[in-house]
């Protein structure tokens, strides 16, 4: 019976876990996308000494970028719970998820062109995924 308890608890303990990660995964995901909304509203940037102050103004005043920031200073304190949990080698692949999120998302919402070559690595990535999350912390 102890060792039912023990197996029990720790696939709570990993069910918690994988949804703290993937909460952490999308409000990094939907952070980003805002965060390139908010640049696409900006402009191009230079970083140089001479415009330093006025760039980082312009940035620092775009509600999407305020936004963007909001978003994944959120997705990384679900990260850290995640982290206190299971081991490291086992959360961080789950992070490679936000490849599938961006990817959709940039042909999606800015009508990037996504490539069968960038389409074949999200396939790798997502497959790599699974195969970690089968193997338990």
Do not use: C
Request: positive net charge; glycine residues 10%; hydrophobic residues 50%.
């Amino acid at each position: 019976m102890e060792t039912t308890q023990v197996i029990n608890g720790r696939k709570q303990i990993m069910t918690v876990a994988i949804g703290y990660i993937l909460v952490s995964v999308i409000a990094g995901a939907i952070g980003q996308i805002t965060l390139k909304y908010g640049m696409t509203q900006t402009g191009q940037i230079t970083l140089s000494a001479h415009d330093i102050v006025p760039t980082l103004f312009k940035i620092f005043t775009n509600p999407f970028i305020i936004g963007g920031l909001a978003l994944y200073v959120g997705g990384t304190v679900f990260w850290l719970a995640a982290l206190s949990r299971v081991d490291l080698s086992f959360a961080y692949p789950f992070a490679s998820l936000s490849y599938v999120v961006m990817l959709t998302a940039s042909w999606l919402l800015f009508n990037e062109n996504i490539t069968p070559l960038r389409l074949a690595g999200t396939l790798v990535v997502m497959l790599g995924v699974l195969l970690i999350s089968r193997s338990g912390s």
